[in-house]
């Protein structure tokens, strides 16, 4: 079993910038691929970001390229979003996941482990 709680999330004007953080506990976090979903009111949960075990590889969704940054820090259990020029569509509550495996997968059904969230909202 895999716990993850979120934090940093919070309230930002357009263009600024949110840093969030996931840490884990209950499993080898280095056996973990960890990414960030999002869910905005109304709407389906949706993939933004994936690193791979070593976090020597990630994957984004095209709305997040450019702007966020996924990274991890395997010596203290936590991976991280670094959301940058946010944009007032940004706004949600981001959900960070983890799978057992390899494969910087971007179905929601395939991550085994969920946090409870954290929001973020980015006013015009």
């Known amino acids: 079993q895999v716990q993850l709680v979120e934090s940093g999330g919070g309230l930002v004007q357009a263009g600024g910038s949110l840093r969030l953080s996931c840490a884990a506990s209950?499993?080898?976090?280095?056996?973990?691929?960890m990414a960030w979903f999002r869910q905005a009111p109304g709407k389906e949960r949706e993939f933004v970001a994936a690193?791979?075990?070593?976090?020597?590889?990630?994957r984004y969704a095209d709305s997040a390229k450019g702007r966020f940054t996924i990274s991890r820090d395997n010596a203290k259990n936590t991976v991280y979003l670094q959301m940058n020029s946010l944009k007032p569509e940004d706004t949600a509550v981001y959900y960070c996941?983890?799978?057992?495996?390899?494969?910087?997968?971007?179905?929601?059904?395939?991550?085994?482990?969920w946090g409870q969230g954290t929001r973020a909202t980015v006013s015009s």
């Open positions: 996941a983890a799978r057992p495996g390899l494969g910087l997968v971007q179905e929601k059904e395939r991550y085994d482990y």
């Open positions: 209950g499993r080898t976090f280095s056996s973990l691929v």
């Open positions: 690193a791979n075990r070593s976090g020597s590889s990630t």
